[in-house]
């Protein structure tokens, strides 16, 4: 299906624009800047329960270790829908050995840990009635994450200038190119709405 408009917004990240066909070419600025971007690892596992038990023992629901299968968890719960969880995440090398086990295997020693952790301070850690996981390295549009890491030099380089910089009617927006959050979802919508006026911009003036 061929779609035609005036302008265009792209957010996959710049490590990721070389499976996109432009034409005419990205300028070598930008090659160069996708080039230099590495995409680390990074993955979830969300533990859903019936209640916040965290809550009643007066815990954050907060914890982190530099060995094992779990970097750090947070508190993820959404009250006001009825939802309770708290979100393992996993990075770097122990997050790629952890994701070579099978699905079973990697909910049981993400469960081992946690009980283990949590198990310090509470009688008993409920069981989750619900495991998700969210593999961004297995994502085709972020094969890692949350943002690209670059090279030393490249930001203050003519590659590292061009990161928000438009290209004829494409804009580039994306966790990425924001000053303020990088890397999450705070900088990820602020990104949004600065594309979203430099559209608004140029196509009022003409």
């Given amino acids: 299906m061929l779609y035609e408009t005036q302008k265009v917004i792209v957010s996959v990240p710049a490590a990721l624009q070389h499976t996109i066909k432009f034409d005419p070419e990205l300028p070598p600025e930008r090659k160069y800047l996708g080039k230099e971007s590495t995409l680390g690892f990074y993955s979830k596992t969300v533990l859903v329960f019936e209640e916040p038990w965290w809550h009643a023992a007066d ?15 947070r508190d993820t719960c959404v009250p006001e829908d009825g939802q309770y969880s708290i979100t393992c995440f996993h990075a770097g090398d122990s997050g790629r050995e952890w994701s070579r086990l099978s699905t079973e295997d990697r909910k049981k020693v993400v469960l081992e840990e946690f009980n283990a952790a ?23 549009w972020a094969l890692g994450g949350p943002g690209p890491v670059l090279k030393p030099g490249i930001l203050t380089s003519e590659a590292g200038k061009c990161l928000c910089e438009p290209f004829g009617n494409i804009h ?35």
């Fill in 59 to 73: 815990l954050s629901g907060e914890y982190s270790a530099d060995t094992g299968p779990i970097a750090f968890t």
């Fill in 118 to 140: 949590f198990g310090k301070v509470v009688p008993t850690v409920p069981r989750p009635i619900n495991i998700i996981e969210k593999d961004w390295a297995t994502d085709p």
């Fill in 172 to 206: 580039f927006i994306g966790t990425e190119t924001s000053p303020v959050w990088r890397g999450y979802m705070d900088g990820a919508v602020r990104s949004g709405v600065r594309g979203g006026e430099e559209v608004i911009a140029t196509v009022g003036r003409r």
